[in-house]
C-alpha cells in the first residue's frame, strides 16, 4: 500500500466499525441515535464540499 493511494477499503471499514463501538461505549439508544445522524450529516458536508470542489476544478 502507497501513501498515495490511502488504506484500503477493507481496512476503512474496519476503522469505522471500531471509532462507532467506541464512541457508543456506554451510551444510550437515543445518544447513539444522536452521533449517527452528527457523523451522517458531517459525511453528506464532506462529500458536498468534494463535489463542489472536483465540479470547480473540471471547468
Do not use: K, W, Y
Request: glycine share 8%; proline share 2%; charged share 10%.
Amino acid at each position: 500500500m502507497s501513501a498515495r493511494s490511502g488504506p484500503s477499503g477493507e481496512a476503512l471499514t474496519a476503522a469505522a466499525v471500531l471509532a462507532a463501538i467506541q464512541l457508543t461505549q456506554g451510551r444510550t439508544s437515543e445518544q447513539a441515535a444522536v452521533l449517527a445522524a452528527f457523523f451522517t450529516t458531517l459525511g453528506d458536508a464532506i462529500a458536498l464540499i468534494a463535489a463542489q470542489n472536483a465540479h470547480r476544478d473540471g471547468c
